[in-house]
């Protein structure tokens, strides 16, 4: 099976398609297999390499486990599990790090990443700040220390 004929494809071959995905532990179904195909339909194409099927697979599986990463991540620091780290929680975090830090510095890690002023830091504003800094640091302590995702992540 090199291509996947648009026209011609019917429910018995996506299926099959799901089931070899499956197989290769990339956690797919029949109906978004369809749906990556009427995407494709819609902007032009007739056909696709089940090549570029797979790697559209695996990209959506790398994107669902980073999201993950990243939920379970803010879970470390949403110690009541309310949605929210406040800078109580951040401040346990940190020191479980090592980091024994002032009032002044957690509220400024804090102002770093709230958005909406609400003196805590949601989900959101949780990925914005991983988002903005990349893979180098989370939050700047000081002018010369910073903890970084990867030590968060260890936590």
């Keep these: 099976m090199s291509n996947i004929a648009f026209a011609d494809v019917k429910f018995e071959q996506i299926e099959e398609i799901a089931n070899f995905l499956i197989g290769m532990g990339i956690e797919t179904s029949e109906f978004e297999i369809m749906a990556i195909i009427e995407e494709y339909e819609v902007e032009g194409y007739t056909e696709m390499e089940f090549n570029e099927l797979i790697q559209i697979m695996i990209e959506k599986v790398r994107k669902v486990n980073e999201g993950k990463a990243i939920y379970d ?22 020191l479980s790090l090592g980091e024994n830090l002032s009032d002044e510095v957690i509220d400024e890690m ?15 504003e949780f990925v914005k700040i991983l988002s903005v800094e ?16 990867k030590e968060i992540s260890s936590f």
Excluded: C, H, W
Aim: hydrophobic content about 35%.
């Design 73 to 94: 991540m803010f879970q470390l620091f949403d110690k009541d599990g309310n949605g929210y780290i406040t800078p109580e929680e951040l401040r346990s975090v940190m």
């Design 110 to 124: 804090i102002d770093e990443a709230d958005m909406n002023g609400d003196n805590q830091i949601d989900f959101f």
């Design 134 to 149: 990349d893979d180098i640091t989370l939050f700047t302590i000081n002018s010369t220390q910073y903890v970084t995702k």
